[in-house]
């Protein structure tokens, strides 16, 4: 029996956690693994890599290529690939790929998740009664907002906004959106939702709002000073795209000054967020560690779309999701 | 002009907090509100007392209800009405009202919040970010389950598990259901239902089981030990119910023999749960103070119901919401 190709991934670097046991059995479904930190040790040992598979390294740089002659493919698992030295990796014919798409259902579902939690205070009351803030009574006049029948302003409706305005639209909430590309009208029918081609005319009208942009120069950041001043001081912002797409300064000082009512951020400046931020101080904000695409289902789907994606490198056929030129 | 008719409410009542602004402005758009307390410093001062609005007061027996003669009606604020002598009430030919419907959005809504809050581990993600255990690295490899997609059991489908099914289909979700009626298949279709008329046959197809049936001698409990066992282990049980549908006992060690995944549970028994129990000490357990209701609207809604119901009384006209002979 032939030996598996070899693919060379990331491990016990001091950024990178272990390769979970989940990911370990999808490649080596295809491929024998060499941990980076193994290859350190005899790179000549293994000219026989084929590709490489990011997960959160190794970092790729002209010395490990050139110790590399037979990789095919870069296969990041991730939809960004800022971290890639794209030119450096094309110029020496090596295909590149990403897995987007895979995520979406995760990322969609954690900003419901979000925006229901913010709207129903869930984590405080949690906090609270676990304390014993209500050991003798059950908060009856604690009164709370609620995300059914509520207006949401969705910042950036790509694919991952709109998977989010079809869900939103069950609890028959009015919805916004503000894009530089405007969705098709029957696109925007579906959905019922109504474009602002500006964001700050669109913002008084919130009760919600979740940014889902990608980071740009554009997009860094898209919410600051000026649009808190435009949202409802009842309002809640909710954010699960890059921490750099809000101007976190800006928040805490919209919040400390009430201008809006809350925020439930799963991506921050920088991340982990220290935790002695003042905003794990505010009873009113939510903060969780980028855990939108978590899910073992996208987890999961996001390393067996690198390997089909090796597999297509390795065969010759064209990638099925190959970084854009 | 003639002064408004006086009605007769609870508050500073130990078990009752004051009554919140909310509550007070739509009475008094009606109503002189002679508080409880007051009342009964001088009983006979209040003679032309027309009607009692319950709100979590006063206890209404035959003693309050001799020093009353003028009551046309007691309007609870509220769904059940376990809490009123009704046959006492209605022998003196009082009306009854209480206050259904107006909260389904508002449960249907929590039953959502909890049911993606378990998914995605949201309460011991946002405390362990908080304490600090992340302030090196994002929890990377910490995957956790994913509601979209899943399957989905509704133990109970009236009007609020109708409601929370048409919300869960918008995550392609698989419903399954139990209860004694069977909806119709026009009903079952538009939310892609399938029907089991048996409990413990549904249960092992389901990723999330959700309560929501009421509080009847059949159901109490509906979820016990032989149920659990009937679950699958990675399933997470959701109540917004009454607590005495899931046997609690039964819970916990269903939970620490690692029998089913987690659970969360808007009701338990007793409420408030004391906070050294040791529910609040498992990490895959949510427990929030019974707040499924307790949104703005809900709640002002299910006042506003009330003193409709007040007006329909003194009126002479049917009542907008009887309670059952």
């Given amino acids: 029996m032939a030996s598996k190709p070899k693919i060379l991934t990331a491990s016990s670097d001091p950024r990178c956690p272990e390769i979970s046991a989940d990911y370990a059995d999808i490649m080596e479904q ?26 959160c390294g190794p970092d790729i740089d002209e010395e490990l290529l050139n110790k590399l002659p037979n990789v095919k493919i870069v296969a990041t698992v991730s939809v960004g690939y800022d971290h890639l030295n794209i030119p450096l990796i094309r110029n020496r014919g090596i295909k590149l790929s990403h897995t987007p798409g895979v995520l979406n259902d ?35 006049n604690d009164v709370t907002p609620q ?20 869900r939103a639209m069950a609890f028959q909430v009015k919805i916004l959106y503000n894009d530089i590309l405007r969705r098709s009208t029957a696109e925007e029918k579906a959905i019922g939702a109504t474009y602002f081609s500006n964001l700050n005319g669109m913002l008084p009208h919130c009760d919600f709002v979740i940014v889902l942009v990608n980071l740009t120069p554009e997009t860094t950041p898209i919410m600051g000073e000026e649009q808190f001043k435009h949202m409802k001081k009842s309002a809640i912002l909710v954010n ?76 010759g056929t064209d990638l099925l999701s190959e970084i854009p030129y």
């Avoid at 925020?263 to 939510?286: G, Q």
């Fill in 240 to 315: 699960c795209s890059r921490g750099p797409t809000v101007d976190q300064e800006a928040l805490v000082k919209a919040l400390k000054a009430g201008e809006i009512g809350g925020a439930a951020l799963d991506v921050t400046t920088p991340e982990p967020l220290p935790n002695n931020h003042e905003l794990f101080k505010m009873s009113n904000v939510i903060l969780t560690p980028h855990i939108s695409y978590q899910t073992r289902k996208a987890s999961n789907g996001m390393m067996q779309l690198a390997v089909d994606n090796v597999l297509a490198a390795l065969d």
């Fill in 30 to 55: 295809h491929f024998e693994i060499i941990h980076h930190k193994l290859f350190e040790q005899h790179p000549s040992k293994y000219q026989d890599i084929v590709a490489i598979i990011w997960i």
């Fill in 147 to 166: 995300f059914s029948g509520s207006t949401l302003g969705i910042v950036g409706m790509g694919r991952i906004g709109y998977t989010l305005a079809t």
């Fill in 106 to 140: 995760a990322v969609a579902e954690m900003g419901l998740t979000l925006l229901l939690a913010s709207a129903r205070n869930l984590v405080r009351f949690a906090e609270e009664y676990k304390r014993g803030t209500y050991s003798e009574q059950v908060p009856v």
